[in-house]
Nanobody, 117 residues
Framework: QVQLVESGGGLVQPGGSLRLSCAASGSFFSIYTMGWYRQAPGKQRELVATITSSASTNYADSVKGRFTISRDNAKKTVYLQMNSLKPEDTAVYYC???????????WGQGTQVTVSS
């Protein structure tokens, strides 16, 4: 069992930056593919970025060049550095942990990011 707790959300002006953190509990954190997803009001949840156990990353086209995902296995934490934020980045951001080989898929409770002047 893995529990995920996000932090770092808030209100920021367009062009600003935020760093989200997701702290995990449980074992085998380094094996999990970690990801950030977001869901805006009235829209489906969408992938933002993922990072594998070997630190290979993948980004949605809408955030490439602005967002950076990283992980610290010793701290069991995954981060999302968000720069040049736009109003369309406003959403609840969710942390995800997946271990496909054993069918594990866990979600955090989400953290609100609002980009507005």
């Amino acid at each position: 069992q893995v529990q995920l707790v996000e932090s770092g959300g808030g209100l920021v002006q367009p062009g600003g930056s935020l760093r989200l953190s997701c702290a995990a509990s449980g074992s085998f954190f380094s094996i999990y593919t970690m990801g950030w997803y977001r869901q805006a009001p009235g829209k489906q949840r969408e992938l933002v970025a993922t990072i594998t156990s070997s630190a290979s990353t993948n980004y949605a086209d809408s955030v490439k060049g602005r967002f950076t995902i990283s992980r610290d296995n010793a701290k069991k934490t995954v981060y999302l550095q968000m720069n040049s934020l736009k109003p369309e980045d406003t959403a609840v951001y969710y942390c995800n942990a997946q271990w496909a080989g054993v069918g594990h898929n866990y979600w955090g409770q989400g953290t609100q990011v609002t980009v507005s002047s």
